[in-house]
């Protein structure tokens, strides 16, 4: 298993070298959009990135915060976010106070936490109750990880790939969420059954 020093560094690298450009294009982000309500409202976007959904969120209204652990990505976000609060730090150990956010979302970063369940603790711990936190994760059963392709761009470094019921057990089994609705990422949406597709897109309660 890698460090977590290791996993710093190869996230500082890929941002060097990609910019404004290492994840999804900007546009792709407005899909996630509809999964946040009503405001006023704080979002924590843990594994924030480059910054571009706290970017479309704050022209909406939010009151918008991001981590991440690269301080190259945080220096990004800086330029595509400038009124988000934006801080490099691990999702396992976030620096705010119980219960201070209505939404977390956590798109395509929580598989490649070396521990998920304390990062979804730390979710659980900074959302109010009734709080929603929005998780995007990878199937371990998209067909072309199924065939022999090892997962994302990202594997090579950490990743946890998961079935659906496996998220789901992974994501509610301590009490800690209930579930409201599973979707395929809204970006990567094809015509196949939801448990064959590339990304699950978790909406989530807190308790």
């Avoid at 843990?46 to 909406?60: A, D, I, K, P, Y």
């Avoid at 392709?149 to 659906?164: D, F, V, W």
């Avoid at 057990?169 to 939801?194: A, M, N, S």
């Amino acid at each position: 298993m890698k460090t977590q020093e290791e996993i710093t560094n190869w996230y500082d690298q890929w941002h060097r070298t990609h910019g404004i450009n290492s994840w999804r294009p900007i546009e792709s982000y407005k899909l996630f959009l509809p999964f946040f309500g009503n405001l006023p409202a704080r979002v924590l976007d843990v594994g924030c990135g480059v910054g571009s959904l706290l970017s479309l969120l704050h022209n909406r209204g939010y009151q918008t915060y991001g981590v991440d652990i690269s301080i190259e990505a945080i220096g990004v976000a800086h330029a595509v976010s400038p009124y988000s609060t934006l801080i490099s730090c691990s999702g396992v150990c976030l620096p705010y106070k119980d219960q201070y956010f209505d939404y977390v979302s956590v798109i395509g970063s929580l598989e490649h936490f070396i521990n998920m369940e304390k990062g979804l603790h730390e979710i659980h711990r900074v959302l109010k109750r009734g709080g929603r936190a929005i998780i995007l994760v990878p199937n371990r059963w998209w067909i072309p990880y199924w065939l022999g392709r090892p997962g994302t761009a990202q594997a090579e470094i950490n990743e946890h790939l998961l079935s659906l019921s496996e998220w789901r057990r992974t994501l509610t089994h301590e009490g800690l969420f209930h579930l409201i609705g599973i979707k395929q990422d809204p970006y990567h949406r094809y015509p196949i059954p939801l448990q064959w597709s590339y990304q699950f897109l978790f909406v989530l309660e807190r308790v």
